[in-house]
């Protein structure tokens, strides 16, 4: 069951034409690829590659020129396949005179779910992206980072199989973007499928299990992130601190299996990790300030 | 305004909007089919029948929690980007009409103002806000691309047509019901203190809303005035009206009467003092204890004839089948007013023949069946006779009938008020489905086209169309400008001019389809009725709108659902 397609993509081509019917742009060009059931899969590529139409082609909101799409084995074109579809697009296209609340009752009903269901999973929701302080303020108020919250709270409110989140991550904090990841991986945990697209290559990496990567509308790369990462020739090894006659004996040790060292000293954390200890310590111990070392004060 | 129109007979009704829907739908099916063959061989009528089959499904797998969904949203949208504002303007004009209406009119036309103004005021205000509205939800949606979410969800694209329309023809409903609430008490108001000197506002109130419907005032002994029933002024009327022929001088029947040399020939006219006259024939049903009649003619002198009195009418009746004629006592006729009269079911007179005073029963001896076939019923036949010779007397069909019970003025000005509502659903309709495939501004102009066409327009469309209309087509039209050349001029028998007048005849055929697929919108305003003191009938009118709403209604939602299902909404 694990590798079971959700989405079947054939052959698929899309060419924008202009008003009289003439090609403008051809997006995408014969592309092919399966995406697995309770895989977190990443459609990378720059600007134009194709990555958003291949989403939008998938929802049912452009035609194909050429191929099929399969989803959850149905066409992209029989609206019944979006009971089970969440979607976050690149900008949350909500109605911006609407509140939180009555955001997820809108589209709750549009699942002909009932009052009491739209209730408690609209409750659910709110609490999970973090609005329980303003469930009641209209959307038009809410910072950028706000209404991508209640966006991706919209792509959950029918409990999803399959979820698209388009740039999932812009506009939001490091912390935000923690969260949206840490979401990415319990939904994966929870059987879910998860298409993104993204620019952030990290962000990508940290969640997703096998990618794809677009360029001038055709498929460039396809596999799992850690096969696709991987450095054949290369071999890694993490140690506890080493002193340098230590390491001299490692090079002498490796000099014996004709290999050498390539690089060594101490592993750095990223950034992200820096910042997100940062803030949960400033949450810690509220007032505490940077107090500059000896030697930066001299 | 006439107040006789034939009316609507829902099985042929039906039965064109058949003819005329089915039409449409099975060239447009086959011209479809033609071109998606011609393009794509024979994988596009494949694809064009999958299309129909898909939307017999989406037709058939409606959710009305999704179109209510929708509804509630556009509800919810008009309400919080402030379109019941509107109730602010209506407020205003509300406050100040008063100032400019005339007091020193009749009460009674003090009162057709006062109704005419409310209800003109709660059209006027109601359909631009309902035009915009309907016309740039959609185009805004997509714009904006909240739509693109909602599509995403199970929704079907018909349901999005449908809620839409739903929703704000509930938004016209509440605006149009409380305008129509404060339009009403506000003409109640303004009637003048004259027609009811005796009763509060209070009570007035009351009796309007048929809480007092048999109120009359007790006669005040110290001003002397008479007794007068109130319940008279603000009731509407029912009329039941005949069918009408002349008789001439000679006592030949002739369809039309005289003409005094008015170019208007709505009414007329019969001379006085001769064997003139006009017959009505009023089809009658079950026996009353008494018939009202009621009459508007016009009179047209030839002498000044007596002073200070107006001229003198008579009513007989007639039973040709008993070749018994009954003349009623003579009245002198109220002009630019109604003359009421009553029959009561004994009827006496002084029979000439017998000479002697003669009873007879209303329904058993003067009700006879008329085997005509225009009319095969019973029938009771009234001759009207001018009495002054050397005068004449003008009327129409419409100027006499026979007066039912009364109906409540506040069932009628309600009556009037849905007409409004339906004219909104209407414009609603039109402007979501030209807002799924044009801009918001585009679709305005293309609903305000269609208002125009259906309403402003259609009386000189209708006289292009019929040729009544003097100096041809456009064509010719700009000839005749170019060239200075008068209208009652022929043109020449050229072959250029043949061309020209060819070219008029598509364009005009055009404009012909273009009239009759516009409906006539005045249907929709029975505002006239009311103010008139009239009932609006609902054979004559509310059906009519109804039928006329619900009928464009559904291709509204065909044109609508295909619009929204084969645009690409992401489309660049």
Redesign the interface.
């Known amino acids: 069951m694990e590798n079971q397609p959700v989405i079947q993509i054939k052959n698929l081509t899309k060419i924008y034409r202009d008003f009289w019917g003439r090609k403008k742009v051809r997006a995408l060009n014969s592309l092919s690829l399966d995406v697995k059931k309770g895989e977190v899969f990443g459609l990378l590529g720059p600007n134009g590659s194709g990555k958003t139409t291949t989403m939008k082609l998938l929802l049912g909101l452009l035609f194909p020129t050429e191929g099929e799409i399969t989803i959850l084995g149905k066409p992209a074109s029989d609206v019944s396949k979006n009971e089970w579809i969440g979607y976050l697009p690149e900008e949350s296209y909500l109605y911006r005179f609407l509140n939180a609340e009555e955001t997820l009752d809108f589209y709750g009903r549009l699942f002909d779910m009932s009052p009491q269901q739209r209730k408690e999973r609209s409750d659910q929701l709110i609490e999970l992206v973090g609005l329980q302080n303003a469930r009641k303020r209209q959307l038009k108020e809410y910072s950028k980072g706000m209404t991508r919250r209640i966006g991706l709270a919209q792509a959950l409110i029918n409990n999803p199989d399959l979820i698209l989140l388009d740039e999932p991550t812009s506009g939001l904090d490091p912390l935000g973007s923690r969260d949206m990841k840490d979401l990415i991986v319990k939904l994966k945990n929870e059987g879910k499928t998860v298409v993104m697209c993204s620019h952030l290559l990290a962000d990508v990496q940290d969640v997703c299990d096998r990618i794809a990567i677009l360029y001038a509308g055709e498929l460039k790369e396809l596999g799992r992130v850690e096969d696709l990462l991987k450095e054949q020739n290369e071999t890694e090894l993490l140690t506890s601190k080493l002193s340098p006659a230590a390491i001299a004996d490692v090079e002498a040790a490796l000099a014996k299996h004709s290999a050498k060292l390539i690089r060594h000293g101490h592993p750095t954390n990223s950034l992200e990790d820096l910042f997100l200890k940062t803030v949960q310590k400033s949450q810690e111990r509220p007032g505490q300030r940077y107090v500059p070392t000896a030697s930066e004060k001299s | 305004m006439t107040f006789d129109r034939d009316p609507f007979v829902l099985l042929t009704g039906l039965r064109d909007w058949l003819l005329v829907f089915g039409g449409f739908v099975g060239i447009i099916f086959a011209a479809t089919i033609l071109v998606a063959l011609g393009i794509y061989g024979t994988s596009g009528p494949v694809a064009v029948m999958g299309r129909v089959w898909?939307g017999l499904h989406?037709f058939t797998h409606l959710?009305p929690?999704?179109i209510?969904?929708i509804s509630?949203?556009t509800i919810?949208?008009a309400w919080?980007?402030k379109a019941l504002w509107v109730f602010a303007v209506f407020a205003f004009l509300m406050m100040f009409a008063g100032w400019f209406l005339d007091s020193e009119l009749r009460a009674d036309m003090q009162l057709k103002n006062a109704v005419s103004f409310a209800l003109t005021t709660v059209l006027w205000l109601t359909i631009p806000v309902l035009l915009l509205l309907s016309c740039w939800g959609i185009p805004e949606d997509i714009r904006?691309?909240?739509l693109?979410?909602?599509?995403?969800?199970?929704?079907?694209r018909n349901e999005i047509v449908m809620g839409r329309i739903l929703g704000f023809s509930t938004v016209s409903a509440m605006i149009v019901a409380i305008m129509g609430v404060v339009g009403y008490v506000w003409v109640l108001r303004q009637v003048p203190e004259d027609d009811h000197p005796r009763l509060s506002r209070w009570n007035r109130m009351c009796l309007a809303v048929g809480l007092l419907p048999n109120a009359t005032i007790e006669p005040d002994l110290e001003k002397g005035l008479p007794e007068i029933d109130v319940t008279a002024k603000k009731f509407c009327r029912m009329p039941v009206y005949g069918t009408l022929e002349f008789v001439d001088r000679e006592g030949t029947i002739a369809s039309k009467g005289l003409n005094t040399g008015d170019i208007w020939e709505f009414r007329s006219y019969i001379e006085g003092g001769t064997k003139s006259a006009a017959r009505y024939k009023f089809a009658v049903n079950e026996p009353v204890d008494q018939v009202k009649l009621e009459s508007r003619f016009e009179a047209f002198r030839t002498h000044k004839g007596r002073i200070g009195q107006s001229l003198l009418v008579r009513y007989v009746l007639v039973n040709p089948k008993k070749s018994l004629r009954v003349p009623l006592p003579s009245f002198e006729i109220k002009e630019f007013s109604f003359n009421e009269q009553f029959i009561k079911r004994e009827v006496s007179y002084y029979d000439e023949d017998l000479k002697d005073t003669r009873t007879v029963d209303l329904f058993k001896d003067l009700v006879y069946f008329d085997d005509n076939e225009k009319i095969k019923h019973d029938v009771l036949q009234v001759e009207v006779q001018c009495l002054d010779s050397g005068q004449y007397l003008g009327m129409s069909r419409p100027d006499f009938f026979i007066r039912l019970p009364d109906r409540s003025f506040l069932v009628g000005y309600f009556k009037a008020v849905l007409g409004i509502w339906l004219l909104t659903v209407f414009i609603v309709s039109i402007g979501v489905t030209a807002s799924t495939f044009v801009k918001g501004p585009v679709a305005t102009l293309l609903t305000f086209s269609v208002l125009l066409v259906g309403q402003g327009f259609r009386e000189f469309m209708i006289k292009l169309i019929t040729g009544e209309q003097k100096g041809g087509g456009p064509v010719e039209s700009w000839y005749r400008l170019v060239t200075h050349m008068n209208d009652t001029l022929a043109l020449p028998d050229t072959v250029s001019v043949q061309i020209m007048q060819g070219i008029d005849k598509v364009l005009l055929s055009g404009l012909w389809l273009t009239q009759h697929l516009i409906p006539d919108l005045s249907s929709f305003l029975m505002s006239p009725y009311v103010a008139n003191g009239f009932d609006v009938p609902w054979g004559v009118a509310l059906f009519r709108s109804l039928a006329m709403t619900i009928g464009y209604l559904i291709p509204c939602l065909l044109v609508g659902y295909y619009s929204l299902t084969l645009r690409?909404?992401?489309?660049?």
């Open positions: 898909q989406d959710s929690r999704r209510w969904a509630r949203l919810l949208e919080r980007r904006v691309r909240s693109h979410t909602v599509v995403t969800k199970p929704v079907r690409e909404l992401e489309a660049k």
